[in-house]
């Protein structure tokens, strides 16, 4: 039966090395939100025990290799059952990628390019993440080459570059508009809009929208600090004995700021996250392919503290969308990114009453 949210919930007990117990849980569900990370290691059986037994599934991966796996294993499968597998439904990479969507259809005309910058402000107790997601780094940086392999079977149909072409910008550089050194954002939000860009243009016909994502650091003193972190890190990320030290003391290694307990309330209460968006485009009867933009626009997405605060929310909220707004979703089955299922959602709007924020800063004119 169907049963509402809010009613009585029981507890199925099920372990991700038992496929049988795996199976029973997906066939008394319409919808498993999956939490059990890192998902390179403990992901896809639930994946696949959702696919063949009907439940549509949800998880918060931030890990591309993963999310990407997941698609060409199990998007056909998925769209056959009917079901729909939507990873990286957390912080990454819902502000992200519903943001990017939220600001093209803020501009009037065409959004061709939009850069965002994300900044955690944290109170006197400082900010820590669970060692969860630190594994999940260190595994990931190891394993790119096979990233880029998998890229190559699943053999994308190439994005075209609508408007004028996005400048890379380097690793690590100044921003004057927030005044603070910036480096390039290491997770997942970039392969994900990514995706949901090339899934609403080949599906949907709409202009891709080009994209970078950054995190602002601050001043000279964290930037030594994480140069010198992170070039122990690639060091050490490259070797097993390496991986071994960095995934037994994530604390040391990260300056203190993964941590095998996570962050506590206190912690949790005084941090939260802003990611501004920097949007360019063509106004209304200019032809995008001729000329420089000529509109831009700002927008904001912000929230509580990332990991365990404004996860579950997006997740949930993900969550009831892929429940309640069935008829815009998209037609078929099949694995896809949050901004691929969600785009014509009521997604966006939950979550502004959640308390994860979507808004316009300015639209300066043409």
């Not at 997941?70 to 998007?75: H, Q």
């Not at 949901?196 to 930037?223: D, I, K």
Request: charged share 20%; hydrophobic share 35%.
């Amino acid at each position: 039966g169907k049963a509402a949210p809010g009613e009585e919930v029981g507890v199925l007990l099920c372990d991700v090395g038992d496929a049988g117990s795996l199976a029973t849980m997906a066939r008394q569900t319409r919808l498993v939100l999956n939490c059990v990370g890192p998902y390179r290691f403990f992901g896809e059986p639930v994946v696949e025990a959702c696919v063949e037994n009907g439940a549509s599934c949800i998880d918060i991966s931030g890990e591309p290799q993963f999310l990407e796996g997941m698609y060409m294993k199990y998007n056909e499968k998925a769209a056959e059952k009917g079901v729909y597998v939507v990873g990286s439904c957390g912080f990454d990479s819902i502000p992200a990628d519903m943001g990017v969507l939220y600001t093209r259809d803020k501009l009037k005309g065409t959004l061709t390019a939009v850069e965002s910058f994300l900044s955690v402000k944290s109170g006197p107790e400082g900010v820590a993440v669970h060692d969860g997601t630190w594994k999940s780094a260190v595994y990931g940086l190891a394993d790119e080459d096979n990233l880029k392999k998998l890229r190559r079977q699943i053999g994308y149909a190439p994005v075209p570059v609508v408007g004028a072409k996005l400048k890379k910008r380097g690793f690590l550089f100044y921003s004057p508009e927030f005044k603070e050194y910036c480096i390039t954002f290491m997770g997942s939000d970039g392969s994900v809009v990514k995706r949901t860009q090339r899934y609403l243009h080949t599906e949907l016909q709409q202009t891709p929208v080009q994209y970078g994502a950054y995190v602002t650091l601050g001043g000279l003193g964290s930037v030594l600090k994480l140069m010198f972190m992170g070039m122990l890190f690639l060091l050490l990320v490259k070797f097993n004995f390496g991986r071994k030290l960095l995934t037994k003391y994530p604390k040391f290694f990260s300056g203190g700021y993964f941590t095998k307990e996570g962050p506590t309330q206190k912690q949790m209460d005084g941090t939260s996250f802003t990611m501004t968006f920097f949007g360019e485009g063509y106004s209304e009867g200019q032809d995008p392919q001729k000329g420089k933009p000529n509109v831009k626009i700002c927008t904001e997405v912000k929230g509580p503290e990332p990991g365990y605060i404004a996860t579950p929310i997006a997740m949930v909220q993900a969550g009831l969308s892929l429940l309640e707004d069935t008829a815009s979703l998209p037609k078929r089955g099949g694995v896809y990114s949050p901004g691929a299922a969600f785009s014509k959602t009521k997604l966006i709007d939950r979550l502004n009453k959640r308390g994860v924020e979507f808004s316009v800063i300015s639209k300066p004119e043409v």
